[in-house]
C-alpha cells in the first residue's frame, strides 16, 4: 500500500534534515561538508542503496508512505519512507543494505548513526501525528536482522542534542577536524572531497596514505572546434550539429567538459542542461585564447569565505608564492636536466643554465616579499626559454626555431603551440577551480586581468611544464607535425590552423590520461584527475591541514 502525507512547509533553513543528522553521528566532518557547504557526491553505495528502496516498495510486505514531516518545535524535517501498524501502534522502519553492529555478546545493535535516525523520525511523527511512538525498527538485509531502537525519554534526549550540535556547526565556518576512526573514511562517498589520508599524512598519523580520492574521471571532453557548429540538448543527450547539418548525439552521462572554439553556438537548453549535470562550460578563442567559464557554483560560501580570510593575509600569499615559484622552477630545470642527459655531446649554455637556476632557486624561500619573488621567477624563466631550443634535435624540422618566450601573438611555431597549450590548460585549472568549489578571481600572486583569473593562473604554474612544455617538445622532436597545413602565418604572426588545432587537442588529451606518482602520496593518478587533487590540496593549506600542496615536480 502507498499512501502520501505532505505536513505545510517550515522554512526549509529553520530544520535539520534527519539524513543530516545521521551523517552527524557517523562523523561531524561529514555533516559539514553535506549540510553546511552543500557538497555531495554519489557512488555505488548510494546508488545501491536507492535500488533496495526500490526494490522494497515494489514488495508487498510493506506499507510504504511518502510521509514528509516537517517540526518548528523539533528543528527537524525528514520522509519517513516505511511505517507498519502493529497491536495499533505506529512504527517506523529504516532499511540498510549493510550489516548490524555486534556487542561483545554476539546480539545485534544498531550502529550510532542509524539509532539517531530511526528516533529522530520517530520523534517527528510523534510531533506531526500527535501519537505516542514506543520505537522504531531497522532492517540490516546483509545478515537479515531486524534491530528494535527504544524511544524513550532518553532517545528523545539524543535527538535534541543531536539537533542542537547540528545548529553550532551549522553556524561556523571551519569544518571540524578529520575523524580519528580510520575505517570510516574507507566507506565515506565524501573521502574525494575531505581527503582524510592526506591530511593525516602531513599531520605524522599516516605512513602510507590509501588511495581514497577517485582514480580518474571517465567522462569525455568534448571540443567543438569548427566555427559555425551548434551544440543543443535533446533529450538526455547533447547534440552537435556541424554547419553542413551533420549532426552527433552524445549521452549527457559521458560528457564532463564541452569546450568551445572559435565561434561555435550553444543554445540556452543545453547551457542549463550543463548547469544541471555537472558538464564543465568553456569557451576558447578562434586564436587560441582562453576566454572564460559559465560558472555554475551554488553554496560553498564557507569554502570562500575561509578562501578570503586566509588570501587577504600577505603572510600567507607570500608563503604559497614561494611554493609554487620553487614547483615550477625545478620542474623547468629538471626537464632541461633530462635533455642534457639525452645529448650525445655536452653543452656547455645548457648546463650553465642548470646551474644558475640551482642558484637562483637557493633564493626563493629568502624571498621577503611578492616584488622581489616575481623578480627571481623572471630570472628562472628567462633561464628557462633561453636554454629550451637546446632540447631540440638535430634531425628536427629546421622551421620549428624558437628564440625564447612570445606571445599575443606568437611569432614562430613553437610559441604558437605553447599559448595554445596553456590556454588548454588555463581552461582545465577552471573547471577544477568550479568544481572544488573556490573562487578563481582571488589568488595568492598573480594580478587580476581582463580575462585570466588570479588563482587559475596560480595553479596553471604547477603543470605547464609536464603537460604542455614537455609534449611540445617531443612532438617537435618526433616530427609529428605539417608545417604546411598545421600553422598559419600572416606577417610576423604564427597560429595554429583548424588541423594544427585538432592535433594538438589530440596530444594534450592524450598528455592528461598519462599517469603521475605523487611524490609525497606515493599514489599514482593521471593528470587530469591530479589537476582536482591539487586544488583540494591548496585549500587545506589554510585549514590547518596543509603540507603536500605543490609538491609535483617532475622527476
Same mark, same amino acid.
Given at each position: 500500500m502507498t499512501t502520501s502525507l505532505i505536513k505545510p512547509a517550515i522554512n526549509s533553513r529553520d530544520t535539520i534534515r534527519v539524513n543530516a543528522l545521521h551523517a552527524l553521528a557517523y562523523c561531524p566532518r561529514l555533516y559539514y561538508l553535506e549540510d553546511v557547504e552543500e557538497l555531495y557526491t554519489q557512488d555505488a553505495?548510494?546508488?545501491?542503496? +536507492?535500488?533496495?528502496?526500490?526494490?522494497?516498495?515494489? &514488495?508487498?510486505?510493506?506499507?510504504?508512505?511518502?510521509?514528509?514531516?516537517? /517540526?518548528?518545535?523539533?528543528?527537524? %524535517?525528514?520522509?519517513?519512507?516505511?511505517?507498519?501498524?502493529?497491536? +495499533?501502534?505506529?512504527?517506523?522502519?529504516?532499511?540498510?543494505?549493510?550489516?548490524?553492529?555486534?556487542?561483545?555478546?554476539?546480539?545485534?545493535?544498531? =550502529?550510532?548513526?542509524?539509532?539517531?535516525?530511526? @528516533?529522530?523520525?520517530?520523534? @517527528? $511523527?510523534?510531533?506531526?501525528?500527535?501519537?505516542?511512538?514506543?520505537?522504531?525498527?531497522?532492517?540490516?538485509?546483509?545478515?537479515?536482522? @531486524?534491530?528494535?531502537?527504544?524511544?524513550?525519554?532518553? &532517545? %528523545?534526549?539524543?535527538?535534541?542534542?543531536?539537533?542542537?550540535?547540528?545548529?553550532?556547526?551549522?553556524?561556523?565556518t571551519q569544518r571540524p577536524p578529520v575523524t580519528s576512526n580510520e575505517r570510516l573514511c574507507a566507506r565515506c562517498s565524501l573521502a574525494p572531497v575531505c581527503l582524510p589520508e592526506e591530511t593525516r599524512l602531513v599531520q605524522g598519523q599516516s605512513h602510507q596514505p590509501r588511495r581514497l580520492f577517485p582514480e580518474?574521471?571517465?567522462?569525455?571532453? $568534448?571540443?567543438?572546434?569548427?566555427?559555425?557548429?551548434?551544440? /543543443?540538448? /535533446?533529450?538526455?543527450?547533447?547534440?552537435?550539429?556541424?554547419?553542413? &547539418?551533420?549532426?552527433?548525439?552524445?549521452?549527457?552521462?559521458?560528457?564532463? *567538459?564541452?569546450?568551445?572554439?572559435?565561434?561555435?553556438? $550553444?543554445?540556452? *537548453?543545453?547551457i542549463y542542461f550543463c548547469a544541471d549535470q555537472e558538464v564543465g562550460l568553456h569557451f576558447i578563442s578562434g586564436g587560441g585564447r582562453y576566454l572564460g567559464s559559465f560558472d555554475t557554483r551554488q553554496g560553498s560560501i564557507q569554502r570562500r569565505i575561509r578562501q578570503y580570510e586566509a588570501l587577504t593575509q600577505p603572510e600567507v600569499c607570500l608563503k604559497l608564492a614561494r611554493q609554487l615559484v620553487v614547483c615550477r622552477g625545478q620542474s623547468q630545470r629538471k626537464f632541461l636536466m633530462r635533455g642534457q642527459r639525452s645529448l650525445e655531446v655536452a653543452n656547455h649554455a645548457l648546463e650553465q643554465a642548470i646551474d644558475q637556476m640551482q642558484r637562483t632557486l637557493k633564493q626563493v624561500p629568502k624571498a621577503e616579499s611578492a616584488t622581489s619573488l616575481l623578480g627571481l621567477e623572471g630570472n628562472l624563466a628567462a633561464l628557462y626559454f633561453g636554454a629550451l631550443p637546446h632540447l631540440i634535435a638535430e634531425n628536427a624540422v629546421a622551421d620549428f626555431q624558437f628564440d625564447g618566450r612570445n606571445r599575443r601573438p606568437p611569432k614562430d611555431r613553437i610559441n604558437a603551440m605553447l599559448s595554445f597549450g596553456y590556454a588548454l590548460l588555463l581552461k582545465d585549472v577552471m573547471n577544477a577551480?568550479?568544481?572544488?568549489?573556490?573562487?578563481?578571481?582571488?589568488?595568492?600572486?598573480? *594580478?587580476?586581468?581582463?580575462?585570466?583569473?588570479?588563482?587559475?593562473?596560480?595553479?596553471?604554474?604547477?603543470? +605547464?611544464?609536464?603537460?604542455?612544455?614537455?609534449?611540445?617538445?617531443?612532438?617537435?622532436?618526433?616530427?609529428?607535425?605539417?608545417?604546411?597545413?598545421?600553422?598559419?602565418?600572416? &606577417?610576423?604572426?604564427? =597560429?595554429?590552423?583548424?588541423?594544427?588545432?585538432?592535433?594538438?587537442i589530440s596530444l594534450y588529451e592524450r598528455r592528461k590520461e598519462e599517469s603521475w606518482k605523487h611524490p609525497v602520496?606515493?599514489?599514482?593518478?593521471?593528470? %587530469?584527475?591530479?589537476?582536482? @587533487?591539487?586544488?583540494?590540496?591548496?585549500?587545506?593549506?589554510w585549514m590547518d591541514e596543509g603540507g603536500l600542496f605543490a609538491q609535483l615536480v617532475i622527476r
Open positions: 553505495a548510494v546508488f545501491a542503496g +536507492r535500488r533496495l528502496h526500490v526494490e522494497l516498495e515494489k &514488495g508487498e510486505d510493506e506499507e510504504w508512505v511518502h510521509l514528509v514531516l516537517e /517540526s518548528a518545535d523539533l528543528g527537524l %524535517r525528514g520522509k519517513v519512507d516505511a511505517l507498519k501498524t502493529r497491536n +495499533r501502534q505506529t512504527i517506523p522502519y529504516e532499511h540498510k543494505r549493510g550489516r548490524c553492529y555486534r556487542d561483545r555478546d554476539n546480539k545485534p545493535q544498531p =550502529w550510532q548513526s542509524d539509532r539517531i535516525q530511526i @528516533l529522530a523520525y520517530a520523534c @517527528l $511523527i510523534e510531533a506531526a501525528l500527535g501519537i505516542t511512538v514506543p520505537e522504531g525498527r531497522i532492517r540490516y538485509h546483509a545478515d537479515n536482522v @531486524l534491530v528494535h531502537v527504544l524511544l524513550d525519554d532518553q &532517545g %528523545r534526549q539524543e535527538v535534541r542534542e543531536a539537533v542542537a550540535r547540528a545548529w553550532q556547526l551549522r553556524q561556523s580518474d574521471d571517465e567522462r569525455k571532453i $568534448i571540443h567543438v572546434t569548427e566555427a559555425g557548429t551548434r551544440i /543543443s540538448k /535533446s533529450g538526455d543527450q547533447f547534440k552537435i550539429t556541424k554547419r553542413d &547539418g551533420d549532426a552527433t548525439a552524445i549521452p549527457s552521462r559521458q560528457v564532463g *567538459q564541452l569546450v568551445l572554439h572559435s565561434y561555435a553556438q $550553444i543554445s540556452t *537548453q543545453a577551480i568550479l568544481t572544488v568549489g573556490l573562487e578563481p578571481a582571488l589568488g595568492f600572486y598573480h *594580478q587580476p586581468r581582463t580575462q585570466a583569473p588570479p588563482l587559475a593562473l596560480d595553479l596553471m604554474e604547477i603543470f +605547464r611544464v609536464p603537460l604542455v612544455d614537455m609534449p611540445v617538445m617531443a612532438s617537435v622532436n618526433r616530427n609529428q607535425w605539417d608545417i604546411a597545413d598545421d600553422f598559419i602565418r600572416r &606577417g610576423e604572426q604564427v =597560429w595554429l590552423s583548424d588541423s594544427g588545432r585538432r592535433k594538438f602520496t606515493h599514489y599514482s593518478l593521471t593528470y %587530469r584527475r591530479l589537476i582536482e @587533487l591539487e586544488v583540494r590540496l591548496l585549500e587545506k593549506e
